[in-house]
């Protein structure tokens, strides 16, 4: 920390005053010890004797002035209360540059920090503050993230249940008028209706799930599954409507059995998600492939690929982000909220794992990384080298 010159100037008069009235206040002891010794015989006897039994060196050398040795003890003493002196006036300049310092970035300039470097406490006291200035804007973007997060979603569910909801009123609409011509009309329309209005209640039911896994205190009941039986209960139930794409569905056994500890249900509406978008946007494909593997020490990977077309590199890094779609125009085509990506993302990190994905020419996979045994928690190698 670099002191102005109005505080060095200050500091330099702090220590001509303090010298001054030690000086004083020696020479007024030395006064006063004098009177004592000519005033009082005994004293001044008792003095000598003193000087005269004090030997010092091999040449037995005697002290013949007790003024020399009290001088000398006196310079010493004042040289340590200059110095005290000093360096409590530097202090307390040092906490009125931090308080200066402080006022500043409480006026609003909050991407300031303390700058200088300090000794003792007193630089952890700094680095304290600028930790907690950090600390309290990373918490003012987080709550802007958040109030930016909830206008998003508010946005977006409104547009996704204005179309439907304008169909439905619509279509009723002409169904009240009785602005229909034949009974095929009135049935066409109340179909329509229908279907729009399943439509919103699949991006209600898909809202609904996705706030309630977003939280993290949503309990998860935990059971020991068997990975190979649980493919296999995927494969049977998803082979029909898998067959109806021209798409064939299987599941790779591994060579021995493996077991994690998981919320059955809650994965099982992983892998529904991720199966249905396999077969939904896999036109063109032939195989959805289901299979299972150790990862690292106590980490789980399962994938779920498809040879269906591959996934712009753009929207690789936006693929879990809720109602973004690869394409816009497959809202219309499938009904897809949108959600359902954003809902495996965060059941998948109640469990404490992660989900990747990788997509090129031959093969779309979804990596699943789970910890085998509830309560671990496993880390992204891609959010920790973000980190490093």
């Known amino acids: 920390m670099k002191l102005t010159g109005r505080e060095k100037t200050e500091l330099f008069l702090e220590g001509v005053v303090t010298v001054i009235l030690l000086l004083l206040l020696n020479l007024s002891i030395i006064v006063l010890i004098n009177q004592s010794i000519s005033t009082n ?53 040092q906490l009125r540059h931090i308080i200066s310092e402080l006022h500043y970035i409480a006026n609003g300039h909050l991407n300031h920090r303390i700058p200088f470097k300090l000794k003792g406490n007193t630089q952890s006291v700094v680095e304290s503050i600028n930790a907690l200035v950090d600390s309290v804007i990373q918490s003012m973007d987080e709550e802007r993230a958040i109030e930016s997060s909830k206008d998003e979603l508010i946005t977006n569910v409104s547009h996704d249940l204005r179309t439907p909801l304008t169909s439905i009123l619509g279509y009723l609409g002409l169904i009240r008028d009785k602005q229909y011509h034949s009974q095929e009309d009135l049935l066409k329309y109340a179909d329509i209706a229908y279907l729009k209005a399943k439509q919103m209640k699949s991006l209600v039911d898909n809202l609904f799930e996705y706030t309630k896994v977003k939280q993290t205190g949503t ?52 892998f529904n998600n991720l199966i249905s978008n396999a077969i939904k946007y896999g036109k063109g494909g032939h195989h959805i492939y289901l299979s299972c593997a150790t990862g690292q020490p106590g980490e789980v990977v399962i994938h779920v690929a498809n040879d269906g077309p591959e996934i712009p590199k753009k929207s690789l890094n936006q693929i879990f982000e809720r109602f973004y779609r690869v394409e816009s125009s497959r809202n219309k085509d499938t009904g897809g909220s949108g959600l359902g990506l954003a809902i495996a993302q965060s059941i998948i990190d109640l469990h404490g794992g992660y989900i990747n994905v990788s997509s090129d020419q031959g093969l779309t996979t979804f990596a699943i990384h789970l910890p085998a045994k509830h309560g671990d928690q496993l880390k992204n190698p891609i959010q920790k080298a973000i980190a490093q």
């Open 41 to 93: 015989p005994g004293l001044r006897d008792g003095i000598f004797i003193i000087k005269r039994s004090i030997i010092i060196g091999p040449d037995h050398l005697h002290l013949w002035s007790w003024e020399n040795i009290f001088i000398v003890l006196m310079i010493l003493f004042d040289a340590a209360v200059v110095y005290w002196r000093l360096i409590r006036r530097y202090h307390q300049m």
């Open 219 to 270: 309990p998860l009941s935990i059971s020991k599954i068997d990975l190979n039986q649980m493919m296999e209960q995927l494969v049977a139930s998803f082979e029909l409507e898998a067959d109806k794409s021209g798409l064939a569905i299987s599941a790779q056994e591994t060579d021995q059995p493996m077991y994690i500890e998981a919320d059955a249900e809650k994965l099982g509406r992983v």
